[in-house]
């Protein structure tokens, strides 16, 4: 074709724009149809929306006499003669697939118009059929135009000629391309050209000024956001700019406005947050920016402020109103005062530019080499400017490298490394923490405020700077691609290679399709090719030429990809066109997705898929040489070689955390010594300690990178769970397509078919390219739960089977479908094979969504049928009920390696009920029958002493035995019946969800749920239950807070503040559902509480309760959605516990200030507003004092009671703060048998998490650190009111800011009245505190002052050239607390008021105790202490630190670590009378030690274990060792399992002796292997000492071992095993008082007055024990002995006159008696806990001997053991004549 044939074709394309209603170009615009080849003169960008001549000019410079003759050579270079409308079209947007294009026609601009998709070569049209704004929608996100206006039918835009393509198109809204939307396939349709569907975007509206070529490619959509529903919008109006003006919000088709009743700052920042508009300045009421014209759509708007859209915040309802226009809301936010004039096309063109949360701010890096390194400098209102390098770090540098895309700092150099800006300085004082997102986000002195030069500039040089040696920016790509990247002309193809997802890789740049070298070229590389065409994963990374060389330019060489790219041009590479290799070396690359693809050998799977980066780029892992992926030796990529791990400390901790980095299960095996073969790299890490939760394995703790003690014959491998199930992996039968919901991986689809609606239907799977169905075998609605979720539809509300939505005819792909119902994807699920089936058609599985339009109702033989099962955290395991009639009673078994087996009963009781009972989704636990009482299991056992606390998420969560290690058989299987298993004949799971209440909660059973009605919103109203269908109320009788707490927790109220009855909130009338509920408060579910049975009730609607929870106190005036209200405990108190609501309080020990009572155990829990963290301090605290608090104490938990860290456990006086992470806390008061003191008093108070400090001035003379003090939260800045205000405050702010010392505490506004809200007042500190805000305060924004009383500092941390007010600086109170006991796997300490000065005279004890067979490891990481090493020094001791060896004494400067031989370490500080200095700070961590032994101290025996290869390496056979007094007892045998040798010693038989004095009783024995027989021996005996050794007072679980230190003495191998443990005590009641029949009745039914005789035993082994009741109290309630108790014995001394002791057959047997009563009328039932102590025999000097202590010091004569037991209940048999109450 000549040069005049190609401008005829042009011309005749003009005629055809030009027909279309067209522009025809002037000559100054054709530049906007060629691709240049040098970036836009920035003048002209900044300026004017067209292209200047020069560019033009510069353009034609290049070489090209005609401008369009790149862009027809491109053309011609895919294949056509004839330049193709997309080639000139602007409006066209590509997608995934490299053929297909959207465009709109005909509409008078880009953004409306005709509908047309590029489909095989030509434009087509869409069929209206369903067509509407959902679909609309995708067209305008796709093209870039923003939302869609209209989605008008008909051809209204004009009828197309074309074919059409699509029809009957059912977008959900969310697709990124049209073409992704269900449809009826490909030029598939019913319909004519004068159905053609078109499409008006909200960017056609400004368009009339824009010229189409000018548009730019990538624009934002300008202001509304859609919500969860694809048709509601939020946009402001009539305010100027697009973050500022009257709120209008787009429902059902039409804008309207919101009235500002309870309009606030909160409301507010949501709108400016989904707008992104940065927070909210402002939010004005009554029409300030006019009153509109459409409806009112929402009122009394109460957003707590971190909703994601307007419309998500609680509100009247839609259209519900009572107001006018006059009252429309408004919002300003931040955004607009940094955009003035933003014009598209200004956007920065660099691509180290990035944009932060407004549109108009970007970043840079500039004069550095490279685009990751240089002088920082930001765009801000259209120039760019520098920062200056005050608090300049690398945490400011962090965030500047991710921003950018560059990895991580290396560095932040100031003082204008690479050279001084000429721009504004724009930031100064930018004090990031290190997570932010953009550099404007971190804190700092506010936009152009200031006061350095630009020989201050800051720089940054980041992680990636050293791959990048050459590349200018102006070579960085500027264009677009068949797959796009992040620039419009760049585009990826894979050629000659049979198919579109395996070839020679070619990059279209500057229009030229160009090849890449294949230096440094590997599968990451490859990766990122695969995934940005779509093509799943790679295969393989062929070099070398092997798909042909390339004929085009060498585009790209020394590719360096992590693999976790978007685009290949995103990796670090030589530069465009900068190369050293010819075509012989172009790169290829073979994707999953291809068609034909090789089978993979063993040596491609770990640098494909398998391969996972870190947190660094250029980190990945890997297994070799084990056969498959997911077993094999451990490889790690470290700078840019595959390097091995040396398998010292390693063990199933490490392997769990590659196993599951991988995606490979859990580890099953850890093996060491090159199991997998010896590498050949280098070795990169050593001493590896994971504690298996680390998400990479280089985050665990290890000696440092290349740093090792160890060789090759060393090296860790792995073996993980899925190794067991991928012998034959086949990617390549992975099918290749498009889909409505793709999966995990990148061909398979689901959808729903033949149902009228996307979401119900036929389930269809596409697989290998073909829509298949699903067997409708084991299918019910934990399957459908699944596909709705994936779909995007909901939950399940049935699933049908018996092809109810008509039979399918493709393939069956699934059968025997068994999901969780918490899989991601249904093939994630158990399935018995792709197209493995046993079925036909007519069973074809369906779903009905409940997000489908026309839901049938289905009825209650639509619950789950299956076995119940749910996936735990390995994925093959899985639990189920059978055998009980429904799923949620029966016999229990566990799917465990693929076998269903059962479990035994040993051990089994409610709390292990309840695990499965919650696991399955059933409720809580009603009975836990064992001896098969649902049939005995014929499969195998697999677990055996369960033993649950029963707060565990997973049955095999719990202790056991281990799996398949059992010592019973099926007579003994154990069952479970939970709450559920009752209801399960009428609910129905498909309508309990139909009701649309905000305050509906589902409970623990699926047809329970509660709502609050007719209080005026969902937090305060009549209480309903919705019980069998239908909503009935609850009864007033003994109705309280602990009721109504129940109910706000469970409705996400907040907590109660009145509990109202009487009808207060008007009668109901449906059935009064339930009556007599007795909450502690604690409980989950309201229903979960005592009462009096369902529909069981003696009450009328009169006495209906209701509540009044705390979130029911939203307005306007205070900015969070509660009142910081103080509570005072009343003194002196009695309360024992409870739980605390409030923002701030205080409680007290038992009747402080008189002494609190022996035996007290008290649980206070603190939960304050989400978001807010908790300060606790002790005002006064006084104690029985002990070196470890071991006997009176304090204990301080972030969180609850059982699983969280503990913060403190204190029992002298203190000034320590305690803070939680985050809004729980619970304290823990304990005192013991003896001493008493005056108890203590705390306080507490609750803060932001968000909150920060800073102090602002006017004036820079007085520097930095001098001004008014100002405290954020929330987006706002607010001041701090002077009353109260000290130097002591003064303090704490210079010590926060790192300002030095407090010189004045300013008041009365010195520094200037600030305009922000009052955030505290009345602010009373110790000075010691680490911020203000743990300081005593009034309550956040809670004040009686204003601006002109705020509070200011001046610190001594800059110089002051202004003299100023002085005050005399008052040290702080020294009292102090310091040691404790640290029993948690890691943790810190450090000395006293540390980074301050520790004080004089300290003398502190920390005892860290990890679990058995664990040692611990000490660091000190930063120890400043009088020099010298007799004056301060820090000392640890191996164990407890008065009778264990000192291991070292740590001096001024010293670092390292130190660990102990045991699982106890002891690390005592000392300073003397004079020099502190800065101190100390020390971590510590746990690792596993030798396990070739183990002990365990069990109630009635030692467990002592020995590991057969640990026997073998000896020398030893398992059966050579044996107990060393074994005289042939059967008991005194061990049991041999393949791994261990199982010794159970009793404490009084085999041989054990006991050894008692004034501390222990120590029970002692020794395991023996010696060489038999012979005349000569070559090896030495083995001699094992075992130790159950118990403390005085007390049981600790402690444990000294010896593994690694063998001493060799006399041919004799000794090895040391010592561990701790405690008794367990029997207590039953008898039926008369010769004690012959317990009663084993419960409840034990019995009269008023009558005889009660109770026994109680020692369950131990050793006979000389003796056993003394020292306090039994009675209480109505199982588990609160606090609240309303009776006192039968209290230490000793008898308190109820019907009390009287029995003598006893034995010392170990205690025996009473007591007469029956009851507390009132309405507790029927009467607990009895008592506290027994367990002696040493026949010693006077014991507690067991002493009797009635009414208050003593504590007796250190001899061991005793407490022990505490509940018994009950007991019930009255007949109603009392008379009441009687204990006296």
């Not at 001004?1267 to 001041?1279: D, F, K, L, S």
Request: hydrophobic share 30%; proline share 5%; with cysteine.
């Amino acid at each position: 074709m000549g040069i005049s044939t190609v401008i005829l074709e042009m011309c005749l394309l003009w005629g055809q724009v030009l027909s279309t209603g067209g522009w025809i170009p002037r000559t100054t615009d054709y530049a906007s149809l060629i691709p240049s080849e040098v970036p836009l003169d920035p003048t002209v960008a900044e300026g004017s929306p067209f292209p200047s001549e020069s560019t033009l000019e510069s353009t034609v410079a290049e070489g090209s006499p005609i401008s369009l003759e790149s862009t027809l050579e491109s053309t011609v270079a895919e294949g056509s003669l004839i330049p193709s409308e997309s080639t000139l079209e602007s409006t066209v947007a590509e997608g995934s697939d490299s053929g297909l294009a959207l465009r709109l026609v005909n509409g008078d601009g880009r953004c409306q118009g005709r509908v047309e998709i590029l489909y095989r070569g030509s434009w087509g049209t869409v069929c209206d059929d369903s067509w509407d704004t959902n679909d609309a929608n995708v067209v305008c996100r796709q093209l870039g135009c923003g939302w869609a206006m209209s989605a008008p039918g008909n051809a209204w835009f004009g009828q197309g000629s074309g074919p059409i393509a699509l029809d009957d198109v059912r977008c959900s809204g969310h697709e990124s391309y049209l073409w992704s939307c269900p449809h009826n396939g490909w030029l598939s349709h019913n319909c004519g050209h004068g159905e053609d569907a078109g499409v008006i975007c909200s960017a056609a509206q400004p368009q009339s000024t824009l010229r189409p070529e000018s548009w730019p490619v990538r624009i934002s959509p300008p202001v509304p956001t859609e919500g969860s529903e694809s048709s509601l919008a939020l946009r402001l109006v009539n305010g100027g700019d697009r973050c500022r003006g009257r709120v209008e919000v787009l429902y059902r088709g039409s804008w309207g406005t919101v009235c500002d009743d309870y309009w606030d700052t909160n409301d507010a920042n949501v709108v400016c947050r989904q707008l992104g508009c940065g927070w909210a300045m402002s939010a004005p009421g009554n029409a300030q920016f006019g009153q509109g014209s459409g409806p009112i759509v929402l009122d009394d708007v109460r957003c707590s402020g971190h909703e994601s859209y307007l419309w998500s915040c609680p509100h009247n309802g839609w259209l519900t109103h009572n107001c006018g226009h006059s009252e429309d809301a408004g919002v300003i936010c931040s955004a607009p005062q940094s955009r003035p004039t933003p014009s598209p096309d200004t956007w920065p063109t660099s691509h180290a530019s990035t944009a932060g949360s407004e549109s108009s701010l970007a970043l840079r890096l500039v004069n550095g080499g490279d685009r990751c390194q240089g002088r920082v400098e930001v765009l801000y209102r259209g120039s760019w400017g520098t920062v200056c390098d005050d608090y300049w770090d690398t945490n400011d540098a962090n965030v500047v490298c991710r921003q950018l895309g560059c990895g991580w700092a290396m560095s932040a150099p100031g003082n204008a490394r690479f050279g001084q800006g000429s721009g504004p300085i724009v930031l100064d004082d930018v004090r990031c923490s290190g997570h932010e997102s953009y550099l404007w986000s971190c804190p700092h002195n506010g936009w152009l405020s200031h006061n350095c030069g630009h020989h201050e500039d800051a720089g940054v040089i980041c992680s990636a700077s050293q791959s990048q040696p050459t590349p200018s920016p102006d070579t960085w790509p500027t264009s677009h691609a068949s797959t796009a990247g992040s620039e419009s002309s760049l585009a990826l193809r894979l050629v000659n290679g049979g198919d579109r997802c395996q070839g020679r890789v070619e990059v279209l740049y500057r229009g030229s399709w160009g090849t890449v070298c294949d230096d440094y070229w590997d599968t990451n590389d490859a990766n990122v090719v695969c995934r940005q065409l779509g093509c799943g994963w790679a295969t393989s990374a062929p070099g070398n030429a092997r798909f042909g060389q390339g004929s085009g330019p060498i585009v790209l060489d020394d590719v360096r990809c992590s693999g976790h790219e978007s685009y290949l041009w995103s990796c670090p590479h030589n530069g465009w066109l900068s190369h050293n290799c010819g075509h012989h070396e172009d790169a290829g690359v073979i994707c999953s997705a291809s068609q034909s693809q090789p089978t993979p050998s063993p040596d491609t799977w770990p640098t494909s898929h398998a391969s996972t980066a870190g947190s660094e780029s250029s980190l990945a892992l890997r297994l070799v040489n084990g056969g498959d992926r997911c077993q094999g030796r451990v490889e790690v990529l470290y700078r840019g070689s595959w390097g091995t791990v040396c398998d010292d400390y390693w063990d199933t901790n490490d392997a769990n955390v590659v196993c599951r980095q991988l995606g490979c299960g859990w580890a099953t095996s850890a093996p060491g010594n090159a199991r997998f073969g010896q590498g050949s790299g280098p070795i990169v890490l050593d001493d590896v300690r994971c504690s298996g939760h680390e998400s990479y394995l280089w985050s665990c703790p290890h000696n440092g990178w290349l740093s090792h003690n160890c060789g090759h014959h060393e090296d860790a491998g792995v073996i993980c769970s899925a190794s067991q199930s991928q012998p034959t992996p086949s990617p390549d039968t992975w099918p290749t397509s498009h889909a409505s919901t793709a999966g995990s991986e990148s061909s398979l689809a689901l959808r729903l078919v033949n149902g009228g609606d996307r979401c119900q239907g036929r389930v269809e799977v596409l697989y290998r390219g073909s829509w298949g169905t699903v067997c409708d075998d084991y299918w019910d609605t934990n399957d459908a739960n699944v596909v709705c979720r994936q779909l995007g539809c909901g939950w399940a509300t049935s699933a049908p089977g018996n092809a109810r939505f008509g039979q399918g005819s493709g393939p069956i792909v699934l059968d025997d479908v068994r999901c969780s119902g918490h899989e991601s994807y249904l093939w994630s699920c158990p399935h018995n094979g792709w197209l493995s089936h046993n079925c036909g058609h007519h069973e074809d599985a369906g779903v009905i969504c409940s997000a489908s339009q026309s839901q049938p109702t289905p009825s209650p033989d639509t619950w789950p049928t299956s076995r119940a099962s749910t996936a735990g955290s390995e994925s093959t395991l899985a639990l189920r009920l059978v055998n009980g009639g429904d799923r949620c009673r029966g016999r229990v078994e566990v799917l465990y390696q693929g076998s269903w087996g059962t479990v035994c009963d040993d051990y089994w009781d409610t709390n292990d009920a309840n695990v499965v009972c919650r696991q399955l989704g059933c409720g809580w636990a009603m009975s836990a029958p064992g001896n098969a009482q649902f049939g005995q299991g014929s499969g195998p056992i697999v677990l055996d002493d369960v033993r649950c606390s029963g707060h565990e998420s997973y049955l095999w969560s719990c202790p056991h035995n281990g799996w398949l290690s059992h010592n019973c058989g099926h007579h003994e299987d154990a069952g479970v019946i939970c709450s559920a298993a009752q209801s399960q004949s009428t609910p129905r799971p498909d309508t309990w969800l139909t009701t649309n209440l905000p305050a509906l909660t589902v409970g623990s059973e699926s047809s329970l749920a509660l709502r609050l009605v007719n209080g005026g919103d969902r937090c305060r109203g009549r209480v309903e239950v919705l019980y069998r269908g239908s909503w009935g109320t609850v009864c007033d009788d003994s109705w309280d807070t602990n009721d109504a707490n129940v109910v706000c927790r469970q409705l996400g109220c907040g907590w109660a503040m009145s509990a109202p009855g009487n009808a207060r909130f008007g009668q109901g009338s449906g059935p009064i559902v339930l009556d007599d509920v007795r909450c502690s408060g604690n409980e989950s579910y309201l229903w979960s509480c005592p009462h009096k049975g369902w529909l069981t009730h003696n009450c009328g609607h009169h006495e209906d309760a209701g509540v009044i929870c705390s979130a029911t106190q939203i307005n306007s005036t205070t900015t969070d959605w509660w009142h910081p209200t103080t509570t005072t405990t009343a003194r002196p108190s009695s309360n024992c516990g409870g739980f605390l609501f409030y923002a701030s309080g205080t409680f007290s020990s038992p009747s402080y200030p008189a002494y609190y009572p022996n035996n007290a155990k008290c649980v206070w829990e603190i939960e304050v507003n989400s978001g807010y963290r908790i300060n606790l301090g002790f005002s006064n605290l006084k104690l029985e004092a002990h070196h470890n608090c071991s006997f009176d104490y304090v204990e301080i938990f972030d969180g609850s009671l059982n699983s969280s860290l503990l913060l403190g456990k204190i029992c002298n006086d203190t000034r320590q703060i305690f803070t939680s992470s985050y809004n729980r806390m619970t304290i823990h008061f304990r005192s013991d048998i003896s001493f008493q003191n005056t108890g203590f008093l705390a306080w507490y108070n609750s803060f932001p998490s968000d909150a920060t400090l800073r102090l602002v001035n006017l004036n820079s003379s007085y520097g930095l650190c001098a001004g008014r003090v100002e405290i954020y939260h929330g987006g706002t800045w607010g001041t701090v009111c002077d009353d109260s205000w000290t130097i002591q405050e003064a303090e704490v702010v210079c010590r926060q800011l790192g300002c030095g010392r407090a010189v004045s505490a300013l008041g009365n506004a010195y520094f200037g009245s600030g305009s922000g809200p009052i955030t505290l007042d009345d602010v009373e500190c110790s000075g010691t505190e680490s911020t203000l805000w743990q300081c005593r305060n009034r309550g956040w924004f809670s004040h009686n002052c204003n601006h002109r009383e705020d509070a200011g500092v001046i610190c001594s941390g800059n110089h002051l050239s202004t003299p100023a007010p002085f005050l005399n600086i008052t040290r702080p109170n020294t009292d102090y607390s310091c040691g404790g006991f640290l029993s948690q796997p890691s943790g810190d300490f450090s000395s006293p008021f540390y980074p301050g000065n520790y004080p004089n005279n300290a003398k502190c004890v920390w005892d860290i105790e990890v679990q058995n067979n664990y040692r611990v490891t000490v660091i000190f990481r930063d120890v400043q202490l009088e020099g010298g090493c007799n004056y301060d020094y820090i000392e640890v001791f191996d164990g407890p630190y008065r009778s264990s060896p000192l291991i070292a004494r740590v001096c001024d400067g010293a670092r390292g670590s130190f660990t102990s031989s045991s699982n106890f370490m002891s690390i005592r500080f000392i300073s003397d009378h004079s020099i502190t200095r800065r101190g100390f700070r020390a971590e510590y961590y746990s690792s596993p030690s030798n396990d070739s032994t183990n002990l365990l101290c069990l109630p009635n025996h030692m467990q002592a274990s020995v590991s057969r290869s640990y026997l073998q390496s000896l020398g030893f056979s398992a059966s050579d060792l044996v107990i060393s007094t074994w005289n042939g007892y059967y008991e005194c045998r061990p049991q041999i399992t393949p791994n261990l040798v199982i010794f159970t010693i009793p404490y009084s038989g085999c041989g054990t002796f006991k050894q008692a004095d004034n501390d222990t009783i120590d029970y002692s024995n020794f395991l023996t292997a010696a060489v038999s027989g012979g005349i000569i021996k070559r090896r030495t005996d083995l001699r094992i000492h075992v130790s159950c050794r118990m403390l005085q007072n007390t049981w600790v679980d402690t444990m000294y071992i010896a593994n690694d230190t063998i001493h060799v003495a006399n041919n004799t191998i000794q090895v040391e095993e010592v561990q701790y443990g405690n008794f367990d005590v029997n207590i039953s009641f008898y039926t008369s008082s010769s004690f012959l029949y317990p009663v084993t009745s419960r409840p034990y039914y019995v009269d008023l007055n009558q005889d009660l005789y109770v026994q109680a035993e020692i369950l131990h082994s050793d006979a000389v024990l003796t056993l003394f009741v020292d306090t039994c109290v009675a209480s109505p309630y199982s588990n609160d002995f606090t609240s309303l108790t009776y006192d039968l014995i209290r230490s000793g001394c008898v308190r109820d006159d019907t009390y009287g002791p029995y003598s006893s057959p034995s010392l170990r047997i205690a025996r009473f008696r007591f007469r029956a009563f009851h507390f009132l009328n309405r507790f029927p039932s009467v607990y009895l806990r008592c506290k027994m102590v367990v002696c040493r025999a026949y010693d006077p000097s014991s507690r067991c001997y002493r009797g009635c202590v009414l208050r003593s010091k504590r007796d250190v004569g001899s061991y005793q053991e407490k022990v505490d037991v509940v018994l009950g209940p007991i019930q009255l048999q007949t109603p009392p004549r008379r009441e009687e109450e204990p006296r």
